[in-house]
């Protein structure tokens, strides 16, 4: 395998695999390891793009089922998206939730698009489309309201203005103008704002949709938090192909 599953570049890609060792991806946990780390880097990457089982993914590598198991659980949480830093005082903010197919019961219920899933909220930077941050998984039929407060991400918003779109009545955050009661028709001027709101909230559509570019998140297989380290992990390697 080589590093085009991740579609970077190979900077990009040195630039990874030296964070990842940075943060301890070459500490050892019981055997040595039998890939070096870019390869190890490559497999669990694959895993998540491919959504083949690590049954299939492993002899890709020449490793066993229970090799990439642990190549997986050790790396997962090192190459997740870092917590998001102080915000600078132009920055601006635009959430979304997004329902991401799981088979883990203890986080998923059924949903509206009629399949276990989750609710993740995924905030990203207006200016530079950069992913800032995930919310913890809660069941897909949580609103977005809900979910914006009870996931975490709201504590990633702070101190930057937010753009949001209706179903986030009551947070706080900058949603669409509507209209009162008993009013027919929004004014020129808030139906001019609510246009350059959409043009803007169109920009985390567009990374919702590239995160689901991966396999992984339209049917996964991994109980607990694994979810959650998996999009943390597909998160950094969005942003690291928008860095150039």
Known sequence: MD??????????????????RHRGGEVQRGRP??????????????????????????????????????????????LALSPARRPRKDTVYIVDGTLVATRDRSIAVSSKNYR??????????ANSRLVVAIGLPLPGSRNDCRAFTESGVGRACRGAPTLADGGYQGTGLLIPHRKRRG????????E???????RARARVEHALSRLKNWKIPRDCRLKGNGVHQAMLGIARLHNLALTG
């Open 116 to 125: 276990y899933s989750t609710n993740l909220q995924v905030v990203i930077d």
């Open 33 to 78: 390891w039998r890939l070096p780390l870019e390869d190890r880097v490559l497999l669990v990457a694959t895993y998540w793009r491919t959504n083949l089982t690590l049954r299939q993914v492993a002899p890709l590598f020449g490793v066993s089922k229970s090799a990439a198991d642990r190549i997986l659980d050790h790396l997962a949480p090192l």
């Open 192 to 198: 001019a704002e609510n246009a350059v709101h959409r």
């Open 3 to 20: 590093r085009t599953v991740l579609r970077v570049t190979e900077g990009q890609f040195v630039r990874l695999v030296a964070l990842v």
């Open 183 to 190: 009013q027919t028709h929004l004014s020129a001027h808030h």
